[in-house]
């Protein structure tokens, strides 16, 4: 079936990094996601990694991939209060139209 | 930078009225998406069109919905007679080719009393 997981919260202290999780279950996704969400707002795109991919940074954002396992992280380096949102994992599935999947999403909330 | 724009921003409606939710999706994109996220809850599929067919819909996308690409900018997405189940954020997405990045809109948020 198509499912992706994601824990519901995370509490990181400011300047610590940020490990959001996620699984998912379709084996031939073509490209996995992380999207950001701020309060009333809409998504917004952060990253992507292609299924052939182990890794890819991108400035303070580092995505991992165990294809094996079928776990995604987003890693944030130095958090700051403005990461302060949810965060959606999502996979694009191998069907025709490549429809996109979403996780229950992270919300991510800064201590001092 | 090009953008999926969404309008209007906040529809309110009574329930049983027909709505209209529109988008413009990025001008040389192919393959649409509408998704809803009800308030607090994870965002979910509804519908993908391409080539003016729907390629794929969820068990969300029932009779009530209907997807229309009228001209070539517009995509929408109607809602026959809300329910107030029906109240929550719509998102609509574009992407250029079947597997490359989708860029999703701001979303309409639809409250149905």
């Known amino acids: 079936g198509e499912d992706v997981e994601q824990s519901l919260f995370l509490s990181v202290r400011e300047g610590d990094s940020s490990v959001i999780n996620c699984t998912y279950t379709?084996?031939?996704?073509?490209?996995l996601y992380w999207y950001k969400q701020e309060p009333g707002a809409g998504l917004q795109l952060l990253t992507y990694?292609?299924?052939?991919?182990d890794m890819k940074q991108d400035q303070r954002l580092t995505v991992l991939l165990n294809k094996k396992d079928k776990h995604l992280s987003l890693r944030i380096a130095d958090t700051q209060t403005g990461d302060s949102a949810i965060y959606f994992c999502?996979?694009?599935?191998?069907?025709?139209?490549?429809?996109?999947?979403f996780g229950s999403g992270t919300r991510l909330s800064i201590r001092p | 930078e090009p953008e999926v724009t969404q309008t209007p921003s906040h529809q309110v409606t009574q329930m049983g009225q027909e709505v209209i939710l529109r988008c413009v999706p990025i001008?040389?994109?192919?393959?649409f998406y509408w998704y809803r996220q009800i308030l607090g809850q994870k965002v979910e599929f509804l519908v993908s069109?391409?080539?003016?067919?729907?390629?794929?819909k969820s068990e969300i996308f029932d009779d009530q919905f209907s997807v229309e690409r009228p001209d070539g900018s517009n995509f929408t997405l109607k809602i026959r007679s809300t329910k107030l189940e029906d109240s929550a954020m719509y998102f609509c997405?574009?992407?250029?080719?079947?597997?490359?990045?989708?860029?999703f809109g701001q979303g309409t948020r639809l409250t149905v009393v």
């Open positions: 001008s040389n994109h192919l393959y």
């Open positions: 999502a996979e694009s599935m191998g069907s025709s139209a490549s429809k996109i999947i």
């Open positions: 997405a574009s992407r250029e080719q079947v597997n490359t990045e989708a860029f």
């Open positions: 990694i292609f299924s052939n991919m």
């Open positions: 069109f391409y080539n003016n067919e729907i390629s794929e």
């Open positions: 379709d084996s031939s996704s073509t490209y």
